[in-house]
Structure formats: C-alpha cells, structure tokens
Nanobody
C-alpha cells in the first residue's frame, strides 16, 4: 500500500508562485514514475506533469509547459511541483499520483490552489 499526501496549496494572486509537495509513505515509490494531475472546478481531471523514477525525464502538458517544474527527492519520498506565473485558469485541486502494478493508481486527497486575478 502507498499513501500520498499533498501540501502547499492555498490562495494566491495571478503572477505568484507556489510549490506543492507530495509525501509518500508505506511502500517505496523510488522505482516508480510520479505525476501531478489537477481538477478545475466543474471540469474533468487532467494530467499536467510526470517524472520518471530517477528524475532524468519529465513530461508536461502544454498548458503548464515553461511555467511548472516537477522534481523529486527519493531520499525524502517526496515529489514537488513548482508553479510559477500562476493564472486564474490554474485554479484547481491538485493531486499527485503513482501507478504501481498490480493495483494500479494511488492518489492523494489533493490540495486546493486558488488563483485570483
């Protein structure tokens, strides 16, 4: 079993920055890719970024490319999401994710990010 806990969200102004953290406990995720997803109000869950097990490869949705940076510290069992130049359309609940066979996806409870103009 894996437990994921996100933190670092909150209300900010457009143009501000935030850094989200996701701590994993239980089974090690150091050999797994980790990702961040978000769910804006009234919209579907969407992928925004992922990082491979050793941090050498990262992937971003076009909507956040150049503004968001994912990183991980396997010694701390934590994945980070640095979010710069936040815009109102970034308002969402942000979830971290890991997929570990055979069960599949694990999700945290999410952290709310609210960006006002």
């Amino acid at each position: 079993q894996v437990q994921l806990e996100e933190s670092g969200g909150g209300p900010v102004q457009a143009g501000d920055s935030l850094r989200l953290s996701c701590l994993s406990t239980g089974r090690s995720v150091s050999t797994s890719a980790l990702g961040w997803f978000r769910q804006p109000p009234g919209k579907e869950h969407e992928f925004i970024t992922a990082i491979n097990f050793n941090g050498e490869n990262t992937y971003y949705a076009d909507s956040v490319k150049g503004r968001f940076t994912i990183s991980r510290d396997n010694a701390k069992n934590t994945v980070y999401l640095q979010m710069n130049s936040l815009q109102p359309e970034d308002t969402a609940v942000y979830h971290c994710n890991v997929n570990i066979p055979p069960r599949g996806d694990y999700w945290g409870q999410g952290t709310q990010v609210t960006v006002s103009s």
